[in-house]
């Protein structure tokens, strides 16, 4: 049985020496290594060991009690929450490491959260029972308030290999056909553990256990009941067509690109080809990874994760064999601007080595206005690692300027947009209505044209070409979102159109509707959850008021207030050392991306940021007579259009 299990903790729980462990006992490392040691087995890139801190999620590949795990460390420290939302996305179950000293901390409820919104099935494993101040009691309590109710304690089962009858009727409980079984035909083991690995794959219960995996401590039994209690059915689809999903770009030692993939359904073998989209990318090689090395395979089939060399069209949540691209969760909310000595590093060097590296992390989304490169950034720290990293692979110096809140744009109302490609012996026509569509739902496509008038392998080019990159908005230049495109009507010629051609008319026509239409500017809104003593909840409450924040009623626990709620970003973001100040060092904040919605200063930023819309992607189109391309300004475009122009 194949399984691919992950591992995830907030920073400093001891995530890093539970997979040593976990890696050891299944004699997958000759030696346990250690964060303070700087030998830790999956933490191989000098900097997570000169930091002490993972930051790329790690693979190893090792057999367990007859079943193949693929094991995934993730990083713990939020600024590479994307990191670890990738490879979330891949796990058939997760291990969640909560120190028993600290408890349930901010990052915890957000790494809950994000399993939760992709149904991942999780075991919680108690850290540090041997600190002082270590409460597994207290600790339980607050995943039970804070995660959720329905925890299973096998702490008992875990140490002496027995199910006591606490657990017992613990599990009945959950399961109205196993208390009736208990009434009347008594306990049964082996029905009692098949009815427990169900219910932990539907998520109805959440097993804990406790150690120090520091000294091993409690490793052998949670090991052993997290074999017995997981199961996958990636044995019954090896027969099915070949469907996968990318999770992780990565570059090797010699620069060489790896596309990491887990096969969903089906096999993949070498010499076979994947059809994605209008390409068919042939396998030349398939790679397991155990750590920095890797084994070769001949094949790769349902519930494995494999490497493939080179595989240039692929990225990070694409999906191959079914429709769509997963749109990942965590989303940055601040961008920074790259400062570097033009002069010794022309601008179109430092823009192919940071494509190297949004390869590798596409929420970085590298953009160039007028000779400044920006980049999209979740902290401070994230910043820190991408200059050594660009010191490192390039030899590059380079510093970044202060983070600012990452806008983005939508229509307040529908607009045609008209593109037109017509150079000498090229053609293309594109007319798109734009309009609003629901918020978070990103760019979507959709068209109305019929294969009669234009053929359906065009049409398919033209969502291509809407889809494939991050479209500017006129008002600031911020990502475009929250817009429905669809093709109204398109025009080819039989001879000289090319598919370069629609990439061109498409990105004329979303930039000419941008220009004709009523943009929004939209802010990030920030989720937060604090807790701070409950005589400063005044204070608190003032501060929150003032920046507008959307508040929910305060709860009490102890001498603690806790407050729940929504704030502008820009405005909550400046306010987080105000609060470590008011609550003497003694507060916690948790604080995500909620959601975009418009801004309360629009014009002030707008206005602020002074940007020439007619500067970057051009709304003009190119037409052609008496044998010569001629530029039609974006305000004439549609009277020179060979379509009928008109509202949708």
């Not at 890797?294 to 089939?301: I, S």
Request: glycine share 8%; with cysteine; proline share 4%.
């Amino acid at each position: 049985m194949k399984k691919t299990i992950g591992i995830l903790a907030h920073v400093d729980a001891g995530k890093t020496t539970f997979s040593e462990q976990t890696l050891y006992h299944a004699r997958a490392i000759r030696s346990v290594g250690r964060v303070d040691h700087q030998d830790a087995f999956l933490d191989a890139h000098p900097i997570e060991r000169q930091r002490g801190i993972t930051i790329f999620s790690g693979l190893a590949c090792f057999e367990m009690n007859e079943d193949t795990w693929y094991w995934l460390d993730t990083p713990g420290h939020v600024d590479f929450s994307t990191e670890m939302e990738r490879a979330v996305s891949v796990m058939d179950y997760a291990i969640l490491v909560i120190s028993c000293a600290e408890g349930v901390q901010s990052h915890t409820e957000t790494v809950w959260q994000l399993l939760e919104s992709y149904g991942v099935p999780v075991f919680v494993f108690l850290n540090k029972i041997d600190r002082e101040g270590a409460d597994p009691e207290r600790v339980i309590g607050e995943i039970r308030h804070r995660l959720n109710p329905d925890v299973l304690d096998l702490r008992n089962w875990q140490e002496t290999g027995d199910m006591d009858e606490t657990l017992q009727e613990a599990v009945a409980a959950l399961d109205e056909e196993l208390l009736d079984r208990l009434f009347t035909e008594g306990f049964d083991e082996k029905i009692w553990t098949d009815t427990m690995r169900s219910l932990i794959g539907q998520r109805r219960c959440f097993p804990v256990m406790a150690g120090a995996a520091l000294e091993g401590r409690g490793m052998v039994g949670c090991l052993r009941l997290i074999s017995l209690l997981t199961e996958t059915d990636y044995h019954r689809k090896t027969e099915d067509a070949f469907s996968a999903r990318v999770y992780q770009v990565r570059h090797d030692a010699q620069g060489q690109r790896l596309c990491f993939m887990k096969v969903l359904s089906g096999c993949l073998r070498v010499k076979d080809e994947i059809i994605y989209g209008e390409e068919s990318l042939k396998i030349n090689e398939l790679r397991i990874y155990h750590g920095e090395k890797f084994r070769p395979a001949d094949m790769a089939q349902a519930g494995d994760i494999v490497a493939i060399p080179g595989m240039e069209g692929l990225r990070p949540g694409q999906w191959i064999g079914r429709e769509g691209r997963e749109v990942f969760r965590t989303d940055p909310m601040m961008e920074a601007e790259l400062l570097y000595d033009q002069k010794q590093v022309p601008a179109f060097r430092m823009m192919q080595a940071l494509r190297w590296l949004e390869d590798e992390e596409p929420s970085l989304a590298v953009s160039e206005r007028e000779g400044r490169i920006s980049i999209h950034v979740m902290g401070k720290i994230q910043l820190e690692i991408w200059k050594q990293l660009i010191k490192e692979r390039f030899g590059y110096d380079v510093d970044f300027g202060s983070c600012r809140v990452l806008y983005k744009e939508t229509l307040a109302e529908p607009v045609l947009g008209v593109g037109h490609y017509e150079p000498l012996r090229h053609y293309a026509e594109a007319h798109l209505w734009l309009r609003p569509g629901q918020r978070g739902s990103g760019v979507k496509f959709e068209s109305r044209v019929h294969v009669d008038d234009l053929t359906l392998n065009w049409q398919r080019l033209i969502r291509t070409h809407v889809l494939e990159k991050a479209h500017k908005g006129v008002l600031m230049g911020a990502p475009l979102t929250d817009v429905v495109i669809e093709l109204v009507q398109g025009r080819a010629h039989l001879k000289h159109t090319e598919g370069g051609d629609f990439r061109q008319a498409v990105y004329r026509a979303i930039r000419n509707g941008l220009m004709h239409g009523k943009s929004q500017l939209l802010e990030p809104i920030c989720g937060f959850v604090l807790r701070a003593p409950a005589d400063t909840y005044g204070a608190l409450a003032g501060a929150l008021s003032r920046m507008k924040a959307e508040v929910e009623p305060p709860e009490y626990e102890q001498d603690s207030v806790i407050l729940r709620g929504e704030a502008a970003y820009a405005l909550f973001a400046p306010w987080q050392e105000d609060f470590l100040r008011q609550t003497h060092g003694r507060g916690s904040l948790r604080l995500w991306m909620s959601r975009y919605a418009s801004c309360h200063n629009e014009a002030e930023i707008v206005e602020a940021a002074a940007y020439n819309p007619l500067a970057d992607d051009t709304p003009d189109s190119v037409f052609c007579a008496k044998g010569a391309g001629f530029t039609v300004p974006w305000d004439e475009v549609r009277n020179y259009a060979h379509l009928p122009v008109k509202d949708w």
